[in-house]
């Protein structure tokens, strides 16, 4: 189930909603009672149950961590 971005238009409270898709957008504010919008955004793409397909993906630096592995600026092999 996705959750979906919404942003009062009245106090500007900005929450996320778990939703099935094919259930209306939300239109009330849980904080105030205004009316929202729900925005656009990337997401975090597609949850699946399944195995990952990350395993096959780049190990990245060889230090194992996934990020600079030096305490200064990293330089791109």
Do not use: W
Not at 49 to 72: F, M, R, Y
Request: with cysteine; net charge negative.
């Amino acid at each position: 189930m996705p959750a979906y971005e919404y942003q009062c238009q009245s106090c500007s409270y900005h929450f996320d909603q778990r939703q099935k898709m094919s259930d209306a957008p939300l239109t009330t504010c849980p904080k105030c009672g205004g009316e929202v919008a729900r925005l656009i955004s990337g997401g975090a793409g597609a949850i699946s149950k399944g195995g990952s397909s990350a395993s096959n993906a780049d190990p990245g630096p060889s230090c194992g961590l996934g990020g600079c592995c030096g305490g200064g600026a990293c330089a791109m092999e």
